[in-house]
């Protein structure tokens, strides 16, 4: 379904002809960079229960994080000191803002240049203190997406293939050296003190550890094999209780956290209480450390029989997007193109990057659909 929407993508927009480039204009990029420097403290005092604008406990707690991974991740829990609505109204520019700055960053001045390095690495550091590594491998993944759409469709000379591959490898070595230090920090500070089985904490028969191109790898190498591929499967595994357990509508508001989070504080229902994922508790899958596919977010709101259909549409806007972009550079449509190719990205783990961008989505993807999208 995947690929079929990508081809009805294609088709749709293949008469689409290059158009003079939409630049942004340096008054709205550093208007909305002016916005993101006033409020990112107060998205990240929010995610991380700490009292808002104090600086330094932030600071404290990112370094406290960084260095120690599994306490990182034990701190992540707490109450919010920050009213939701606060948090709602900043994160409709703050969750986007480094695709905003990555989608127009060759129109950047050197200097605005530096000021967003910096940003993106103290979110690195942000993402790392949270003991995940997820926040990390989706900035790296948005810089990747970012740098695709700036790829002409015609044939690539083998100087720039080169260089896209090069830089390719780099990104992906990054990846799993930031997930390699993030999972040995959380399993204790060593992968060789670990023995057994204890180093999976993943559920029940989540990986195979016995097999001859493991047994020639170090001890430490083998670990990190097992809990690469434990992330990259489990949620399939995971998938197969969907018929073990029973449908309960979520009312369009069970497929990720975000709304989720709406339902629960506006609605005054909780989708999550009775979602495949809190169902799954009862067969001792752990709905907090274990990964569940983005088919069974999906699937709390469209079934399971659905979500083909879903994932059809979603890769279909996405190469419309992404055709749109090329061809007039509109912003818009660059970032509705990496959001949901972010989604499929990550269609093996969860449906948590969604939920990550989604206070700005809800107002971007209408906006795209009906003022872009239905014209073409």
């Given amino acids: 379904m995947m690929k079929l929407g990508f081809q009805k993508g294609q088709n749709k927009t293949c008469y689409l002809e290059s158009q003079p480039s939409l630049q942004i204009t340096p008054k709205t990029f550093n208007i909305v960079l002016i916005f993101y420097l006033c409020t990112f403290t107060i998205r990240y005092a929010y995610m991380l229960y700490l009292p808002p604008l104090d600086f330094g406990v932030l600071i404290n707690r990112i370094a406290i994080g960084v260095a120690d991974p599994h306490m990182g991740r034990t701190f992540m829990h707490g109450g919010r000191t920050i009213p939701w609505t606060v948090y709602f109204i900043t994160s409709v520019i703050d969750s986007i803002f480094f695709i905003f700055a990555l989608i127009c960053w060759k129109q950047l001045k050197t200097i605005i240049k530096i000021l967003v390095a910096v940003l993106l690495v ?10 995940t590594n997820f926040g990390v491998i989706m900035l790296v993944s948005c810089a990747c ?5 700036q790829i002409p469709n015609e044939t690539l000379s083998t100087a720039k293939i080169t260089r896209l591959s090069i830089l390719g490898i780099f990104a992906l070595l990054f990846v799993v050296s930031i997930f390699f230090y993030n999972m040995e920090g959380r399993s204790g500070g060593s992968f060789e003190e670990l023995k057994g089985g204890d180093y999976l904490a993943l559920g029940s028969s989540v990986t195979v550890d016995t097999n001859a ?10 670990i990190l094999l097992l809990y690469i591929f434990s992330y990259l499967t489990q949620g399939y595994m995971f998938l197969e209780n969907i018929y073990l357990l029973d449908f309960h509508w979520g009312g369009f508001f069970g497929n990720n ?21 809190m169902q799954m508790e009862r067969l001792g899958v752990d709905s907090y450390v274990n ?5 069974l977010w999906l699937a709390n709101d469209f079934t399971l029989l659905f979500v083909p259909l879903v994932i059809y549409y979603i890769a279909k806007f ?16 660059g970032i509705v193109f990496v959001v949901l190719a972010n989604m499929l990205l990550f ?3 969860n449906n948590n990057y969604l939920s990550s961008v989604f206070y700005s989505f809800m107002f971007i993807f209408p906006y795209w659909y009906f003022k872009k999208y239905k014209q073409i």
């Avoid at 975000?258 to 009775?274: G, R, T, V």
């Avoid at 990964?291 to 088919?295: G, K, L, R, V």
């Fill in 122 to 131: 103290f979110e690195g550091f942000y993402s790392m203190g949270t003991g």
């Fill in 145 to 149: 997406l970012a740098i695709m759409m």
């Fill in 213 to 222: 191109f493991l047994d020639i790898l170090p001890y430490r190498f083998q």
């Fill in 257 to 277: 956290p975000a709304l989720q989070s709406i339902a629960q504080d506006f609605l005054f229902f909780n989708p999550e209480l009775d979602s495949y994922q």
């Fill in 291 to 295: 990964w569940h596919s983005c088919y």
């Fill in 318 to 333: 996405a190469s419309v997007a992404l055709r749109m972009y090329r061809t007039s550079h509109d912003l818009s449509s």
């Fill in 347 to 349: 269609l093996f783990a």
